[in-house]
């Protein structure tokens, strides 16, 4: 039965690492083996004091097969990671600052970790919150004496995963942006805060197991109201960082105290009679959570349609059969036409709520104008498209700069917003390009007639 848990345990670490790794995010694929490296020093401390080097190299050996396995499931899309990533603009790594661009800061870390419920995070890639409740279950599991050491390391990681996620401010990324082998492929520094999340959910756990544990005596009835009072005190140096560095709407600092408070006091109560109310914990944590992500765009699908749907665009166009691609100049800032707008209205507006319906719109937007990478998706090659990441290679680069001045300078710049004007005939040409869409934004209308303003004729 030992040996099949452990089989059982490596196919699982293998399938979750060969998901991850095709999703297609190589930063997330980075930060979790960082993650599983701390966490396998981690265990091999544990092991070798347990029972020496044979124990620990055995469980270590273990997980390192589920890696191993993993990759190996998933070398379709590896490989040829590995292999663009040669030919990348990011294949000696980023400058300092351009790697820290998107970093965290001052002002930003109330709302990344703690739930706003008012108001939606700078950008979401901010967040890390595990609710307030979670907060005051973390600080009752970092105080328990069971699982100790656990609970510091998860303690450091979380802290230093949020130095990281402040960015070249510190010195902490500069140092891992200049010794860390591969941590300057990649920008945006607020992504570590998924360590900090993690660590603050597993707290949250041990803190949970610590009150269901139960025991006894006033040292035990002194835990939560400890652990709450270490969670309190996070909360208010947060909030007050985030008053110090920033503007922060009062009506988020209602908000927080409210909430905190309440939480904190039914935490308190709850454990105080163990065996009893315990079980509250769990629908109380999933209700603040469920209200604190009510912000999010997660929270507000838009209809299938906006990427289902053909579109006046899509119509027209055919797909790539004839290989001629299509390029999109389009300002996708323009307003649907009234008549299309009050259609839409009707079928969705009451449905999904004015917040989504304006979503609908923008989405319906990038897909006629076939905005960098839809194109692809939708069976329309262009030479125009940049999400990130790998791409885009060193000779597109080079290629673009053949016939866009400045290219150099703005590497992942979309073409859509590097031409000012309708490319010459030759250019594309040189591109394969056979249909381009542009807007009628700075048209005039002359007694009803549309003159096109992009185009000059003698």
């Known amino acids: 039965l030992v040996g099949l848990a452990v089989v059982v345990s490596v196919l699982g670490l293998a399938v ?11 930063q997330q694929v980075y930060i979790a083996l960082l993650i599983v490296a701390g966490y396998a020093i981690f265990r091999l401390a544990r092991l070798y004091r347990g029972g020496g080097w044979r124990s620990a190299g055995s469980g270590v050996g273990w997980l390192v097969a589920g890696l191993v396995l993993g990759m190996a ?10 292999f663009l990533s040669a030919q ?18 001052p002002g930003d870390l109330g709302p990344a970790l703690l739930p706003a419920f008012t108001d939606a995070p700078r950008s ?26 656990l609970a510091l390391t998860l303690l450091g990681a979380g802290a230093l995963a949020l130095l990281l996620a402040a960015g070249p401010e510190l010195p902490f990324f500069r140092l891992a942006h200049r010794w860390l082998p591969g941590f300057d492929l990649f920008r945006v520094p607020a992504r570590w805060l998924v360590v900090v999340n993690l660590a ?15 025991g006894g005596g006033d ?64 629908p109380l944590l999933a209700v603040e959570l469920f209200f604190a992500v009510r912000t999010l765009e997660l929270a507000r699908p838009i209809p299938a349609e906006a990427f289902s749907g053909s579109g006046p665009v899509l119509a027209v166009v055919p797909a790539g059969s004839d290989g001629a691609r299509a390029l999109g100049l389009a300002d996708p800032s323009y307003e649907v036409n009234d008549v299309d707008r009050t259609a839409y209205a009707s079928e969705y507006l ?29 069976g329309r090659p262009s030479p125009d498209g940049y999400d990130g990441g790998v791409l885009p290679l060193r000779d ?23 031409f000012e004007e309708i490319p010459e005939g030759w250019v594309l040409d040189l591109m394969g390009v056979g249909y381009l869409l542009t807007d009628r934004k700075d048209d005039l209308e002359i007694e009803g007639v549309f003159v096109d303003m992009e185009e000059e004729i003698r």
Not at 16 to 26: E, I, N, S
Not at 402 to 414: N, R, W, Y
């Open 396 to 418: 597109y680069v080079r290629f673009k700069s053949a016939f866009l001045a400045g290219a150099e300078t703005a590497p992942d710049a979309l073409m859509r917003n590097q």
């Open 350 to 378: 009451e449905r999904i709520g004015e917040e989504s319906f304006r979503q609908f719109l923008v989405a319906l937007k990038y897909r006629d104008t076939l905005s960098p990478n839809l194109a692809n998706a939708y």
């Open 88 to 105: 990348s603009i990011r294949a000696g790594g980023l400058p300092l600052y351009e790697a820290g661009s998107f970093s965290l800061r």
């Open 16 to 26: 979750v690492v060969a998901l991850q790794v095709t999703a297609g995010h190589p």
């Open 200 to 214: 603050l959910a597993l707290l949250a756990g041990l803190g949970a197991e610590r009150l269901a544990g139960g």
């Open 73 to 82: 499931i998933s070398a379709v899309q590896l490989l040829p990671a590995l």
């Open 219 to 282: 040292g035990w009835r002194r835990l939560p109201v400890i652990g709450f009072g270490v969670g309190l005190v996070v909360m208010l140096a947060v909030g007050l960082t985030s008053i110090i560095g920033g503007e922060l709407p009062g009506r988020i600092l209602i908000a927080w105290l409210v909430v905190g408070l309440a939480t904190g006091v039914l935490v308190v109560a709850i454990a105080l009679r163990p065996g009893r109310l315990l079980w509250l914990l769990a």
């Open 124 to 149: 979401q890639e901010f967040l890390a919150f595990v609710g307030f409740t979670g907060l005051w279950l973390a600080g009752v599991g970092l105080i328990g004496r069971r699982h100790r050491g």
